[in-house]
C-alpha cells in the first residue's frame, strides 16, 4: 500500500522526542513521497497557555487552533527537519482530548497511517493515567506506528 498522507501526531511531552520523530517520519514517508500533516494537540488549558505564551493578539479575534500549532516550536523544528530531507508537509491543530483529538484529525485528513511518540509505562501508569498511544492504536482508522522515546 502506498502512503499518501501520514498525520505525525504532536502534544505536550514531543519536544523532548524530536529528533527520533522527525527521523522516524522520513523513514516512512520520505520514500513515499507521502505528505506529512503535522497535527499538534492541545487540551483547552494547553491551548490557552500557547495563545498566551506564543503572543497571540486575542482582542483581534479568534485564534484558530491550526494558527496555534503553526507557531508551536515543536511543530516548527519538525517542519524545518522534513523541509531539509524533502518531504512536504501541511500543519493542523486541534483542542480536545489527545487520543479523540489525533483520531479525528487522522480522519478529516484521510490518513493513511498514524505516527505517535510516547514512553515506556508502567502496567499501573497506564491503568491509573490512560494512555494517548493506547487509544489511538486501537481506534485509529488507520495503521499506527508508536516512536518510542529514547530512554538512555
Known amino acids: 500500500m502506498a502512503l499518501e498522507t501520514v498525520l505525525l ?3 505536550p ?4 522526542r524530536t529528533d527520533r520523530l522527525a527521523e522516524e517520519t522520513i523513514d516512512i514517508a520520505g520514500p513515499s513521497e507521502a ?3 503535522l ?5 483547552e488549558a494547553e491551548y490557552e497557555r500557547a495563545i498566551d505564551r506564543l503572543g497571540f493578539d ?4 479568534e485564534v ?3 494558527e496555534v500549532a503553526h507557531r508551536h516550536a515543536t511543530v516548527r523544528e519538525l517542519g524545518d527537519r522534513l523541509d531539509e530531507a524533502g ?3 501541511a500543519v493542523g491543530g486541534a483542542v480536545g482530548d489527545h487520543g479523540d483529538s489525533i483520531i479525528g484529525l487522522a480522519e478529516e485528513s484521510g490518513a493513511d497511517m498514524v505516527i505517535v511518540g510516547g514512553r515506556r509505562r508502567s502496567p499501573t501508569g497506564k491503568a491509573v493515567f490512560g494512555s494517548t498511544a493506547q487509544t489511538v492504536m486501537l481506534s485509529a482508522p488507520c495503521p499506527v506506528t508508536f516512536v ?3 530512554t538512555t
Open 13 to 16: 511531552g514531543d519536544a523532548e
Open 87 to 89: 518531504v512536504e508537509f
Open 35 to 37: 505528505t506529512v500533516i
Open 58 to 61: 486575542v482582542t483581534a479575534g
Open 64 to 66: 484558530s487552533p491550526n
Open 39 to 43: 497535527g499538534h494537540v492541545f487540551t
Open 148 to 150: 518510542r522515546a529514547d
Open 9 to 11: 501526531a504532536l502534544g
